[in-house]
């Protein structure tokens, strides 16, 4: 396994607090990402990361911001939460870069519940 | 306007039995094709992948088959073992940009039964 580790593994907060959700991994991929898994939906991205202090927005990043201050930890923080913000999170990281491919490894997921 | 669609969510075959996983997308511009596994309560695994360049792809008892004129792709198992019961998820990206940026499916769940 790609050695990712997402923490916590479970949160409940309540709407309005803030939420950071942490990823950490020890392959030096230079990319990570952050999805959200929502039933009907399948995996979504937030935001990604080619880089250290280098994000870029995915398709449904409203309410997320991100932070990679070092290759292994990639931050996604929910500002103030909200219910529609229940869901639960993948961090992924892949090798690849422009004019490669190479597929996502993903960890285990946070379930987060905001209510 | 969903680019990657999976238009079963759930099948069932008898073990033994082959599998046929289906994904359709709209966007003529993805040329790499993955499919992913995941069990509950983890993450996704890689499973397989195809680029445009080819039309089959095998490894072991998982092929991938890429029918571009119909921008259609589907996942078979043979044979189908309990151990594939699982959710399947088809993703399709862009070769000449960061392929992590994968557009996924809704996920098929198949169920092999014993």
């Known amino acids: 396994d790609a050695g990712i580790t997402q923490s916590p593994r479970h949160k409940v907060t309540e709407t309005g607090t803030p939420v950071t959700l942490r990823c950490h991994q020890t392959?030096?991929?230079?990319?990570m990402y952050w999805y959200r898994q929502d039933p009907g939906h399948g995996l979504r991205l937030i935001h990604y990361?080619?880089?250290?202090?280098?994000?870029d927005k995915g398709e449904v990043s409203d309410g997320y911001s991100v932070s990679r201050s070092k290759t292994e930890d990639f931050l996604l923080t929910l500002e103030s939460a909200t219910s529609s913000q229940t869901s639960v999170y993948f961090c992924?990281?892949?090798?690849?870069?422009?004019?490669?491919?190479?597929?996502?490894?993903f960890g285990n997921g946070t379930r987060l519940t905001v209510t | 306007d969903q680019q990657v669609k999976q238009n079963s969510p759930s099948l069932s075959v008898q073990e033994g039995r082959i599998s046929i996983l289906n994904c359709d997308y709209t966007?003529?511009?993805?040329?790499?094709f993955l499919w992913y596994k995941k069990y509950p309560a983890e993450g996704p695994t890689f499973l397989i992948s195809?680029?445009?360049?080819?039309d089959k792809n095998e490894d072991g008892r998982f092929t991938v088959f890429l029918n571009k004129s119909a921008k259609h792709l589907s996942l078979h198992i043979v044979p189908s073992q309990p151990g594939d019961s699982a959710v399947y998820f088809c993703?399709?990206?862009?070769?000449?940009?960061?392929?992590?940026?994968?557009?996924f499916g809704d996920g098929t769940t198949l169920t092999v039964k014993p």
């Open positions: 992924a990281i892949s090798e690849s870069g422009q004019g490669k491919s190479s597929p996502l490894h």
């Open positions: 392959e030096n991929h230079r990319y």
């Open positions: 990361s080619y880089g250290v202090k280098d994000t």
């Open positions: 966007n003529s511009m993805f040329d790499y």
């Open positions: 195809i680029s445009s360049i080819k």
């Open positions: 993703a399709a990206s862009r070769l000449n940009t960061n392929a992590g940026k994968s557009t």
